[in-house]
């Protein structure tokens, strides 16, 4: 079993920056693939990026390419996002997710967080 926090979402301005961060407890977090998803109000839940057990190849939604960056530091259990440029169009509920096997964009993650809060004002 593996516990997921995510942890960095709050309000921002268009145009501004957020990192978040998700933490995970439970098992050996460098046996894990990770990713984040977001789902806006009305909205299914979307794929954003993923990143490998050992950070490479990393994948991104056309949507964020540029200015959405995955990274994970292995020594303290942690999967980043760092959010730069951001758009009203990003403000959405984030989740990280892990599995055993590099999955990509698929939603079929093992282990979900509960979600962080992002939101970008105009």
């Known amino acids: 079993q593996v516990q997921l926090v995510e942890s960095g979402g709050g309000l921002v301005q268009a145009g501004g920056s957020l990192r978040l961060s998700c933490t995970a407890s439970g098992r050996t977090f460098s046996n894990y693939a990770l990713a984040w998803f977001r789902q806006a109000p009305g909205k299914e839940r979307e794929f954003v990026a993923a990143?490998?057990?050992?950070?490479?190849?990393?994948k991104y939604a056309d949507s964020v390419k540029g200015r959405l960056t995955i990274s994970r530091d292995n020594a303290k259990n942690t999967v980043y996002l760092q959010m730069n440029s951001l758009k009203p169009e990003d403000t959405a509920v984030y989740y990280c997710?892990?599995?055993?096997?590099?999955?990509?964009?698929?939603?079929?993650?093992?282990?979900w967080g509960q979600g962080t809060q992002v939101t970008v004002s105009s």
């Open positions: 997710a892990a599995h055993d096997s590099y999955l990509g964009s698929s939603q079929n993650y093992k282990y």
């Open positions: 990143i490998s057990k050992i950070g490479f190849p990393t």
